[in-house]
């Protein structure tokens, strides 16, 4: 039972420390984001660290989001079918989410 409780954290640990190592950026637990790639089923959600460790990249743009709203945004890829866009609130999320369900979900 001890082991469980000393291997889950370093699970975590090694996950984050392979983005620490590599340079890349995660957006924090408590994030916004969407599937950009599947605009008819996206809603945000809360980014936890269960759905971070998912995450293979993310890339962090100050000016990201839709139509130069300038806000922002990481754009994490899980794999070739699944992306998210992740803002730093639910608003700015689910104000993003208007802006390309009304623009026909394309950046």
Not at 9 to 34: I, K, N, R
Not at 43 to 68: I, Q
Request: charged residues 25%; neutral net charge.
């Amino acid at each position: 039972m001890k082991t469980k409780k000393i291997l889950a954290p370093l699970g975590a640990l090694l996950v984050f420390s392979h983005y620490a190592a590599a340079g890349a950026a995660l957006p924090d637990s408590g994030w916004y984001g969407f599937d950009w790639l599947h605009p008819e089923n996206a809603e945000c959600v809360k980014m936890t660290k269960k759905l971070l460790a998912r995450f293979k990249s993310c890339e962090y743009r100050a000016d990201g989001g839709f139509a130069g709203d300038n806000v922002e945004t990481y754009e994490c890829t899980v794999n070739e079918h699944v992306q998210y866009l992740v803002f730093k609130n639910k608003k700015i999320c689910n104000d993003q989410l208007d802006v390309m369900e009304s623009i026909g979900g394309s950046l």
